[in-house]
Nanobody, 126 residues
Framework: VQLQAFGGGLVQAGGSLRLSCAAS????????MGWFRQAPGKEREFVAA????????TYADSVKGRFTISRDNAKNMVILQMNSLKPEDTAVYYC????????????????????WGQGTQVTVSS
């Protein structure tokens, strides 16, 4: 599968961005999808995940109430709506597909994902 993330950019603190991730393949709806990010000098960290059913979502504490993950199975896309952005949200954001279908166990852990997109840069200025 190929994952392509886009929608990053430069925004002022308090602003919003919408990241999209397009996935190839015909079984998109059977996989949990996640977003991770990596800031300069830091390890990659979990941001949000959508269960394969699309009805369950998981968020990192740092983004709860500000970010919303959603998916459009008809278009093979997963969306990350980011509101009330803070300078500490600055990072390269990656979308990822869970390693196995019909499974959303421990979606907040990076080792649960096998396929990764190329990343899109988000920069939040103060």
């Amino acid at each position: 599968v190929q994952l392509q993330a886009f929608g990053g950019g430069l925004v002022q603190a308090g602003g919003s961005l919408r990241l999209s991730c397009a996935a190839s393949g015909r079984t998109f709806e059977t996989y949990a999808m996640g977003w991770f990010r990596q800031a300069p000098g830091k390890e990659r960290e979990f941001v949000a995940a959508s269960s394969w059913r699309g009805v369950g979502t998981t968020y990192a504490d740092s983004v709860k109430g500000r970010f919303t993950i959603s998916r459009d199975n008809a278009k093979n896309m997963v969306i990350l709506q980011m509101n009330s952005l803070k300078p500490e949200d600055t990072a390269v954001y990656y979308c990822a597909r869970y390693k196995s279908p019909y499974n959303d166990f421990r979606v907040e852990y990076e080792d649960g994902y096998f396929d990764w997109g190329q990343g899109t840069q988000v920069t939040v200025s103060s």
